[in-house]
């Protein structure tokens, strides 16, 4: 192969995100989510909705910016990979600010925001809460570890580690990593480990609503 030069250059690219609206008429909080690998922003609202009591949340549903086609032949979409993975978590992050910008002026929203993040969207729901403009209320991880590099946490302010029983992606020993280094940590801290897999669950989503509960 010849020899060649590889340069990266900044382009632009349209994102999308789903959006309820909370039903109280005063001004409310705002749950951002995160999707997981191959899924959608309707995969992850859909998980949302299941919360007891989200009706006093606006609740927003993310989706990435890389689609592909899954295995079934269907358009899933992902974070980022390993390649050029500094300059795509920027983007990223970028890309979150800009929601939550345009969120606020179309919006009754007040000063709580809290990022939940499913499988691989939990490493976008801590480096949204960590390195983004917005300071978070809170953290939500379903099924998905903290990112290696984020050993300061603290910025977190509240986090919800869960788990179900039989995930075969999130591991026990991840799991208990995680929830170690929060422990470590300065912040109030909750754990959920559910009878179940690698997704949503009527025990987990019950843990969620009393874990949101706190700021209404």
């Known amino acids: 192969m010849s020899n060649f030069e590889s340069f990266n250059i900044p382009t632009k690219v349209h994102g999308s995100f789903l959006i309820q609206e909370s039903k109280n008429k005063r001004p409310s909080p705002l749950l951002i989510g995160f999707h997981g690998y191959g899924e959608t922003a309707e995969d992850q ?31 899933g979409y992902c974070w980022m990979t390993s390649q050029n993975r500094e300059l795509h978590i920027q983007e990223n992050v970028n890309y979150v600010n800009t929601v939550v910008s345009e969120i606020k002026k ?16 939990t490493s976008m729901a801590c480096r949204a809460a960590l ?48 929830v170690a280094l929060v422990k470590k940590s300065n912040i109030e801290s909750c754990v959920c480990e559910f009878n179940g897999g690698h997704g949503g669950h009527e025990d987990y989503y019950n843990t969620v609503g009393d874990f949101l509960e706190h700021y209404i």
């Open 45 to 75: 609202l859909l998980l949302l909705q299941n919360i007891p009591r989200i009706e006093n949340w606006t609740v927003c549903s993310v989706q990435a910016l890389h689609p592909f086609y899954n295995t079934r032949a269907k358009i």
């Open 131 to 178: 390195l983004g403009k917005f300071k978070p209320s809170g953290v939500i991880l379903l099924g998905g570890d903290i990112p290696p590099e984020m050993e300061q946490i603290d910025k977190m302010n509240r986090i919800l580690l869960a788990r179900g029983k039989k995930d075969k992606f999130y591991s026990s020993i991840r799991w208990k990593n995680d």
């Open 106 to 121: 179309s919006y009754r929203i007040n000063d709580t925001i809290v990022f939940h993040g499913f499988s691989q969207g």
